[in-house]
């Protein structure tokens, strides 16, 4: 069923996936401040002479007006913001593994400013040229708090306690830190044991902080919010993970 019929008007959004339609048309997925993840009828866009040919593209900031109450609006009008480098090599792999994550992970017209934000600055951190993996951790991190899915760093689960810095901790899904010799004191077998990611209490202190500025802390930050974006996705892939992997191995 249609919803009510609205007109938005410059609303700050980047572009996250684009599919051809119809002879010369798109539809545009948005990735907006107030208004979530919307997709958008760009009528005409792939027309040579079309003024939106060279503006709906990825990793720009764009100003955009749409109208309509379907599922599917319509892109009146989007205007770039500038400023904001061209993404190159193993940065642009990074910036799809982000949309990827959004198209996957977040529904329409659900506004999330913080992720917004969060997205934002990743790929402005991207542009500069910075280390990629402290960006996609912390975006990780962001996303999956605001969207509810993370259960928790800084607080022991078993028992309500600080995490201690010097620590070894069981991350279980949909519980958060259990220390290490309590998760077995529980009975839990080995091999279950396994399947968790082991962190020390210093990372999950550094991730509540949000630093990421230790090797130790980047290498099991990475394991663990893995099991955490699998776990959301059902097991289902990442094409853009599965990409950056090929090429990393080349």
């Keep these: 069923m249609a919803g009510p019929k609205q007109r938005i008007e410059q609303q700050p959004a980047w572009v996250l996936h684009t599919l051809p339609w119809r002879e010369t048309s798109l539809i545009v997925e948005l990735l907006s401040r107030d208004h979530g993840r919307v997709a958008l009828a760009a009528k005409g866009a792939r027309r040579p002479h079309s003024v939106l040919r060279g503006v709906l593209m990825a990793f720009q900031p764009l100003l955009v007006d749409w109208s309509g109450g379907g599922e599917v609006k319509t892109l009146i009008r989007a205007e770039w913001q500038g400023g904001q480098p061209l993404l190159t090599g193993r940065a642009l792999i990074c910036g799809y593994y982000l949309n990827e994550l959004l198209v996957r992970l977040t529904a329409r017209e659900d ?3 913080r ?10 951190a991207l542009g500069r040229g910075d280390e990629p993996s402290p960006i996609l951790r912390r975006f990780e991190l962001a996303l999956l708090q605001d969207l509810g899915y993370e259960a928790g760093l800084a607080t022991e689960a078993d028992s309500g306690a600080a995490v ?3 620590g ?3 991350y279980i899904i949909e519980r958060g830190p259990v220390r290490l010799e309590a998760a077995e004191g529980e009975g839990i077998d080995a091999a279950a044991l396994a399947e968790q990611p082991l962190l020390s209490g210093q990372t999950l202190l550094d991730m509540a902080a949000d630093d990421f500025s230790r090797a130790e802390t980047l290498a099991q930050s990475k394991r663990l919010l893995r099991a955490l974006i699998n ?10 993970r ?3 992997k090929e090429l990393q191995e080349l």
Aim: positive net charge.
């Design 231 to 240: 776990h959301t996705l059902g097991g289902q892939p990442l094409q853009s």
């Design 164 to 166: 201690r810095p010097e």
């Design 115 to 124: 992720i917004f934000s969060a997205y934002a600055e990743a790929v402005r």
């Design 242 to 244: 599965r990409v950056l």
């Design 168 to 170: 070894r901790y069981l």
């Design 111 to 113: 506004p999330h400013p």
